[in-house]
């Protein structure tokens, strides 16, 4: 049978998200009849390659959304907000990878494995939620289906590469100069990151909570359509180039069975269960690196509470937290002839 191909931009071609959405669309042989690559004016005219064809990155103009279907955006919360309703007034789909519409009624906020249902009355414009919360909610909603949850207690360990490309070479960057004894150059983190830590760098509110934590919050009570779940996160940046990390711990309203929730996350899916408890070898970034599924362990009872279990998690977030999950929202989309 022949099968529909769309024509597809993506906004932020040259990022660590948009390298990572023009991989994906050839592995999962999307269905792609054009690909548009678009970034800043300053990458105009380079060349990316696709699929063993050349193509020339573009500015981003009115009329670069002309005769697209589906604009893949990840050039960051300010671009989506000038582009994606215009890219939505010529007849294109959005699925934005950045914060711009995550809290907008009128857009849904999907994780395909727990609220598909959410596009069925999309307005043209779909919001990819933040990747540390994508990574937490495939790991929590198998096992608030079977029990609801009604507190998590999360702490993030979070990669450079979350905050980008350039990110990324900079722990290198500062690795390499502090093995040599010279002082690292704090360029895009705020501080050096390079055998160090710091707590997350998004803008803080008054409770004391920085962005990134109340994304983990604000948008798992979207996508579970469970306003009543109670969540607090301590987010950390660790100097691991790729895949975040998560401690996660779930009460639940009375004691829930280890065997059943290992029985359930062995099922679930995007979820990987990976315990060898002789061996203590338990999830790790560099061994979720470049999967799909989150790699969730360790998964035990929490000694200081009948009702709350512990587990450890780690998941690629440029991919199944950004990049795989917005590749998917699009099959959906084509699986259920909403677009
Ligand atoms: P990045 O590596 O810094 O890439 C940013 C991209 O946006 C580049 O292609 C850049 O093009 C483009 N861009 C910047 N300003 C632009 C403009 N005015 N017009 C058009 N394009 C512009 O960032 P990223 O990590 O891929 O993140 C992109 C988005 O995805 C952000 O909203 C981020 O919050 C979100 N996200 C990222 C992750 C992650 O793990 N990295 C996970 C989830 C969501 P140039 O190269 O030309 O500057």
Known sequence: MHRKKYNVAILGATGAVGSELMSLLIERDFPV????????PKS????????????????????????????????????????????V???????????AFRQDPKVPLVV????????????????????????????????HKMKPVKRIVAATYQ???????????ELIEQSQAILNNQEPKAEILPY????????HNSPMDDQGYCAEEMKMVNETRKIFDYPDIQ?????VRVPVLRAHSEAINIEFSEPFSIVTAKELLSKAPGVELIEDWSRQYFPMPIAASGKDNVLVGRIRQDISHPNCIELWLCGDQIRKGAALNAVQIAE?????NLI
């Open 33 to 40: 009849a054009d690909l548009k690559l678009l970034a800043s």
């Open 44 to 87: 105009t005219g380079k060349t990316l390659s696709f699929n063993g064809q050349d193509l020339v990155i573009a500015p981003v103009t009115p009329e670069s959304f002309n005769g697209i279907d589906i604009v893949l955006a990840s050039a960051g919360a300010s671009v989506s907000k000038e582009w994606a309703a215009i890219a």
């Open 89 to 99: 007034s010529k007849g294109a789909v959005v699925i934005d990878n950045s914060s």
């Open 112 to 143: 395909p494995e727990v609220n598909p249902q959410a596009l069925d009355h999309h307005q043209g414009i779909i919001a990819n939620p933040n990747c540390t919360t994508i990574l937490m909610n495939l790991a929590v909603y198998p096992l």
């Open 159 to 169: 990669s450079v590469s979350g905050a980008g490309a350039r990110a990324m070479d």
């Open 192 to 199: 050096p990151i390079g055998f160090n830590l710091f707590l």
């Open 231 to 235: 969540i607090t996160a301590t987010c």
């Open 332 to 336: 959906v989309l084509i699986d259920r």
